[in-house]
């Protein structure tokens, strides 16, 4: 077979499937030319799932007649120049995204700069280019698809259902509208508008922040926390939510560098190891960071679709964003999900469909009621709540099913997981004295033998000297057991039978090139859960006060080491709420 130049239509359609592999990608590289252009209003229209329509208007600099014949050629573009690759400051840059498009679908331009006094309109048919004619438009571009991969019907077989490809494109626009929040963006899904993006506010954190609610929810910017840092050239602002707002998956994090979306590896990294002591392995925070850098510093010409970006120095982002994070979740203080407490709330408000012809006389008071305290100790107890309303929560009132500590301060009631706060307390006691003078140990007057299968006793004693160094003293004792003679003093009477057991499990899935301190968050967190106030036990009114007044100056305790809340709030409002005096 014989070598020969492909024809530029064959040639559009390869580089297509590099560029357009369905609707959303189409969707992205319109409104990245919308942006580009200096548009303050897009408009974007799907239909049919983006195979039958997909539309895009603005009112940025728009181009004259003699630019509109450029733009569908390959490798046309205004945003490249021969000496500038290496310094890129526009989200579009390679000249492929239109004549790519117009390869696969039926495609037509119209569009107005300030200085034409008409608007022209081109059309383009699988490659095919027409010939360019006036056309009635104020100033701005309108580009419609129509018919995506109607030349290459083969490309048809892989897209999904039209709601998956119309939440891939909302995706896209969504991500777009988060980096540019001072853009109106209005949607419309099959002549129906799915929603208006408007600007809020007049300083750009709080337009950002009024759009990332508009986008992740008003969960998220009621308990986010602003995120600041700055090392050499790199400076990382956003919004991340207190750990206790987090969700299964990642796709509630979003990272821009210099007003790109991007998906870095490294990225997804340095946000997994800056919660790593708040968060279960398999939760992740929500959060939207932008990272603003000098443009030579990070290669965004990787792949076509302009997703991935590569840095030149990662050590320096990775620091950065781990820094931040942990920087802007520790000024967060011991706050806790509000989310939560106004679910209670709302779902309680929701089902109020009770029986008041129930008759309260077959209730047996003072019965299997799981409250702490007898009723006598109650009354004998006086608490003046007038004197103490400045304790951020409140003074303990009971123990409710020997599990949740009920407190009152001035805004209200506030219940406490007994078990996660003081979880917390632990961990947080045992990380501070790892980093001074180390963890105290306490010699068992009776050592502790463990049985357990020997694959588990293997790494054990495999990691034994960095186990004293945790204040935990294991030996081998004979076949298939290990001997405890010291445990760390702050753990107290704790069930060292389990604490060992789940350790080992947890040191068979820690990588054996790893020290223990780089897995600090998971063998801590298993020291602490075991040596915490356990969920069944009874407290008196002094040590639940003791716990909360523990809360109050403990880093982080508004949630347990897997990211849970340690406790929630119900203001005064909130039961006025439920009662129907508000």
Do not use: W
């Given at each position: 077979?014989k070598i020969?130049?492909?024809?530029n239509n064959l040639?559009n359609?390869?580089?297509?499937?590099e560029?357009?592999?369905?609707?959303?990608s189409?969707?992205?590289?319109?409104i990245?030319?919308?942006?580009?252009?200096?548009?303050q209003?897009?408009?974007?229209?799907?239909?049919?799932g983006?195979?039958?329509?997909i539309?895009?208007?603005d009112?940025?600099?728009?181009?004259n007649?003699?630019e509109?014949?450029?733009?569908?050629?390959?490798h046309?573009?205004?945003k490249?120049?021969?000496?500038?690759l290496n310094n890129?400051?526009?989200?579009?840059?390679?000249?492929e995204?239109?004549?790519?498009?117009?390869?696969?679908?039926?495609?037509?331009?119209t569009?107005?700069n300030?200085d034409?006094?008409n608007?022209?309109?081109i059309n383009i048919?699988?490659?095919?280019?027409?010939?360019?004619?006036p056309?009635?438009?104020?100033?701005?571009?309108?580009?419609e698809?129509r018919?995506?991969?109607?030349?290459?019907?083969a490309?048809?077989?892989?897209?999904?259902?039209?709601r998956t490809?119309?939440?891939q494109?909302?995706e896209?626009?969504n991500?777009?509208a988060?980096?540019?929040?001072?853009?109106?963006?209005t949607?419309?899904?099959?002549?129906?508008?799915r929603?208006?993006?408007?600007?809020?506010?007049?300083?750009?954190?709080d337009i950002?922040?009024s759009r990332?609610g508009?986008?992740?929810?008003?969960?998220?910017?009621?308990?986010?926390f602003p995120v600041i840092a700055?090392?050499?050239?790199?400076k990382?602002?956003g919004?991340a939510a207190?750990?206790?707002l987090?969700?299964?998956?990642?796709l509630?994090?979003?990272?821009?560098?210099?007003g790109?979306?991007?998906?870095?590896r490294?990225?997804y990294?340095?946000v997994?190891?800056?919660?790593?002591?708040?968060?279960a392995?398999n939760?992740?925070p929500c959060?939207?960071?932008?990272?603003?850098?000098?443009?030579?510093?990070?290669d965004?010409n990787?792949?076509?679709?302009?997703?991935e970006?590569?840095f030149?120095d990662?050590?320096l982002?990775?620091?950065?964003?781990?820094?931040?994070?942990?920087?802007?979740i520790?000024s967060?203080?011991?706050?806790a999900?509000?989310t939560?407490?106004?679910k209670?709330?709302?779902?309680?408000t929701d089902?109020?469909n009770?029986?008041?012809h129930?008759?309260i006389s077959?209730?047996?008071?003072?019965k299997?009621?799981?409250?702490?305290?007898?009723?006598?100790v109650?009354?004998?107890k006086?608490?003046?709540?007038?004197?103490?309303?400045?304790?951020?929560?409140?003074?303990a009132r009971?123990?409710?099913y020997e599990?949740y500590i009920?407190?009152?301060?001035s805004?209200?009631?506030v219940?406490?997981?007994?078990?996660?706060?003081?979880?917390?307390?632990?961990y947080?006691?045992?990380k501070k004295m790892?980093?001074?003078?180390?963890?105290?140990?306490?010699?068992?007057?009776?050592?502790?033998?463990?049985n357990m299968?020997?694959s588990?006793?293997?790494k054990?004693?495999e990691?034994?000297?960095?186990?004293q160094?945790?204040?935990l003293?294991?030996?081998t004792f004979?076949?298939g057991?290990?001997?405890v003679?010291?445990?760390?003093?702050l753990?107290?009477?704790?069930?060292?039978?389990?604490?060992v057991?789940?350790l080992?499990?947890?040191?068979?899935?820690?990588d054996?090139?790893?020290?223990l301190?780089d897995?600090l968050?998971?063998?801590?967190?298993?020291m602490?859960?075991?040596?915490?106030?356990?969920?069944g036990?009874?407290?008196?009114s002094?040590?639940m006060?003791a716990?909360l007044?523990?809360?109050?100056?403990?880093?982080?305790?508004?949630?347990c080491?897997h990211g849970?809340p340690?406790?929630?709030?119900l203001k005064?409002t909130?039961?006025?709420r439920?009662?129907?005096?508000?």
């Amino acid at each position: 077979m014989k070598i020969r130049i492909l024809n530029n239509n064959l040639i559009n359609q390869i580089a297509a499937g590099e560029v357009v592999e369905r609707p959303a990608s189409v969707i992205k590289e319109l409104i990245e030319n919308a942006i580009d252009a200096s548009a303050q209003n897009i408009k974007v229209v799907i239909n049919g799932g983006g195979q039958s329509l997909i539309s895009v208007l603005d009112n940025g600099d728009g181009m004259n007649k003699e630019e509109l014949e450029l733009c569908i050629h390959r490798h046309a573009t205004s945003k490249l120049r021969e000496d500038n690759l290496n310094n890129i400051d526009s989200l579009g840059f390679r000249g492929e995204a239109l004549p790519s498009i117009g390869a696969v679908s039926r495609l037509s331009i119209t569009s107005r700069n300030l200085d034409s006094s008409n608007a022209y309109k081109i059309n383009i048919n699988a490659g095919e280019i027409h010939e360019i004619i006036p056309h009635p438009m104020n100033k701005g571009t309108l580009v419609e698809v129509r018919d995506l991969f109607y030349s290459t019907p083969a490309r048809l077989k892989f897209l999904k259902s039209s709601r998956t490809e119309v939440n891939q494109c909302l995706e896209i626009v969504n991500r777009l509208a988060m980096a540019n929040p001072r853009i109106v963006f209005t949607c419309f899904i099959d002549g129906n508008e799915r929603f208006t993006l408007n600007k809020s506010g007049l300083e750009l954190e709080d337009i950002r922040l009024s759009r990332l609610g508009d986008i992740m929810g008003k969960d998220f910017s009621k308990n986010a926390f602003p995120v600041i840092a700055e090392r050499d050239n790199f400076k990382l602002s956003g919004y991340a939510a207190v750990p206790t707002l987090n969700r299964a998956n990642s796709l509630s994090q979003f990272f821009f560098i210099n007003g790109r979306p991007i998906k870095d590896r490294l990225i997804y990294g340095a946000v997994r190891a800056a919660y790593q002591d708040f968060l279960a392995s398999n939760r992740y925070p929500c959060l939207a960071l932008f990272i603003d850098c000098p443009f030579q510093d990070v290669d965004v010409n990787v792949h076509p679709a302009k997703t991935e970006v590569r840095f030149k120095d990662n050590n320096l982002v990775r620091g950065l964003i781990i820094g931040g994070l942990k920087g802007a979740i520790n000024s967060s203080g011991f706050m806790a999900s509000s989310t939560i407490s106004d679910k209670v709330v709302q779902n309680f408000t929701d089902n109020k469909n009770f029986n008041t012809h129930s008759k309260i006389s077959n209730i047996e008071f003072g019965k299997n009621t799981n409250f702490a305290f007898e009723p006598s100790v109650l009354e004998s107890k006086t608490y003046n709540f007038n004197d103490n309303n400045d304790y951020p929560l409140g003074i303990a009132r009971l123990q409710v099913y020997e599990t949740y500590i009920v407190s009152q301060n001035s805004e209200g009631l506030v219940i406490v997981d007994q078990h996660a706060a003081h979880e917390r307390i632990v961990y947080e006691r045992m990380k501070k004295m790892l980093s001074s003078s180390g963890i105290k140990k306490q010699i068992l007057l009776i050592p502790e033998v463990v049985n357990m299968n020997q694959s588990g006793i293997d790494k054990l004693i495999e990691r034994s000297d960095e186990l004293q160094e945790l204040g935990l003293t294991i030996e081998t004792f004979g076949d298939g057991a290990v001997i405890v003679r010291e445990i760390p003093a702050l753990l107290g009477k704790t069930d060292i039978q389990g604490l060992v057991k789940d350790l080992s499990d947890e040191l068979l899935d820690i990588d054996g090139t790893l020290s223990l301190k780089d897995r600090l968050s998971d063998v801590c967190g298993t020291m602490a859960c075991h040596g915490s106030v356990r969920a069944g036990r009874r407290l008196s009114s002094e040590e639940m006060n003791a716990l909360l007044r523990e809360m109050e100056e403990t880093p982080h305790s508004g949630q347990c080491n897997h990211g849970r809340p340690t406790y929630i709030t119900l203001k005064l409002t909130d039961l006025e709420r439920l009662f129907g005096r508000r």
